[in-house]
C-alpha cells in the first residue's frame, strides 16, 4: 500500500524559504517510474499544483511559481522536497505531496496523497 | 483564476440526479487530455473519484460517472446521499501553461 506523508515547519516568517518533504512508503521511488507532486490549498480555496519530479529528476514546475520553487527527490531515502523561497502571505496552505499515476502528461491524475500539512506565513 | 471553470455549488435531495460541469479550452480538456475528479470532504486530503474521464477507482461506487464532450467534462452522481456533501474538483493538463490544472470546485449541498 503506497503511503504519503509531509513533514516540515508549520510556521514560516514572510521573506524566508519554505521546505517541506514528502515521505514515501510501500513503494522504492529509484525503481518505479512515476512522477511525485505537489499541490497547495489555501484556506477555504481550491487545489492548486505546485510542481512535480519523476524519478529520475526531470521536473516540471507551476509556471506561476517557477522563479520560486525546487522540486528534488532522493530516492535512497524514498523523499521529495520541496523548496519555496521568498514566501508571503500569500503562501499560506495546506501543502499535499501526491504520486501521479497514468501514462503520459495529458493523462496524469493523482491517485495517492499524502494528508497534507500547513503552513502558514507570518513574522 | 482556474482556466478550469466549475459552478460554485449544487445542490439536490437526497436520492436525486445531480450533474457537476466543468469547462475549460481547446489547450486543456479539448486538446484532448484525460479529465479526472476528485473528491475532498470536509478536512480531509483529496480522494481520486474518476480518472481517465470515464473510470472509477477500485472501491468508488457506481453512483459516480465521468463523461467528457469537446472542452467540457461532467461529474454525474445519482441516488445522492448524505456522505456525499463534499468539494469536487475537475484536474486536467493543459498545455499552454505545460502544466496540471484543477477547477475552481464544485460544492455539493445535499439538502
Known amino acids: 500500500q503506497v503511503q504519503l506523508q509531509e513533514s516540515g515547519p508549520g510556521l514560516v516568517k514572510p521573506s524566508e524559504t519554505l521546505s517541506l518533504t514528502c515521505s514515501v512508503s510501500?513503494?522504492?521511488?529509484?525503481?518505479?517510474?512515476?512522477?511525485w507532486g505537489w499541490i497547495r490549498q489555501p484556506p477555504g480555496k481550491g487545489l492548486e499544483w505546485v510542481a512535480s519530479?519523476?524519478?529520475?529528476?526531470?521536473?516540471s514546475y507551476n509556471a506561476s511559481l517557477k522563479s520560486r520553487v525546487t522540486i528534488s527527490v532522493d530516492t535512497s531515502k524514498n523523499q521529495f522536497t520541496l523548496k519555496l523561497s521568498s514566501v508571503t502571505a500569500a503562501d499560506t496552505a495546506v501543502y499535499y505531496c501526491?504520486?501521479?499515476?497514468?501514462?503520459?502528461?495529458?493523462?496524469?491524475?493523482?491517485?495517492?496523497w499524502g494528508l497534507g500539512t500547513l503552513v502558514t506565513v507570518s513574522s | 483564476q482556474s482556466v478550469l471553470t466549475q459552478p460554485p455549488s449544487v445542490s439536490g435531495a437526497p436520492g436525486q440526479r445531480v450533474t457537476l460541469s466543468c469547462t475549460g479550452s481547446s489547450s486543456n480538456i479539448g486538446a484532448p487530455y484525460d479529465v479526472h475528479w476528485y473528491q475532498q470532504l470536509p478536512g480531509a486530503a483529496p480522494k481520486l473519484l474518476i480518472f481517465g474521464d470515464i473510470n472509477r477507482p477500485s472501491g468508488v461506487p457506481d453512483r459516480f460517472s465521468g463523461s467528457k464532450s469537446g472542452t467540457s467534462a461532467s461529474l454525474a452522481i445519482t441516488g445522492l446521499q448524505a456522505e456525499d456533501e463534499a468539494d469536487y474538483y475537475c484536474?486536467?493538463?493543459?498545455?499552454?501553461?505545460?502544466?496540471?490544472?484543477f477547477g475552481s470546485g464544485t460544492k455539493v449541498f445535499v439538502l
Open positions: 510501500g513503494v522504492p521511488m529509484r525503481s518505479a517510474s512515476y512522477y
Open positions: 484536474q486536467t493538463y493543459d498545455t499552454t501553461l505545460s502544466g496540471w490544472v
Open positions: 519530479i519523476y524519478y529520475s529528476g526531470t521536473t
Open positions: 501526491a504520486r501521479h499515476d497514468g501514462h503520459s502528461y495529458g493523462h496524469y491524475y493523482f491517485k495517492y
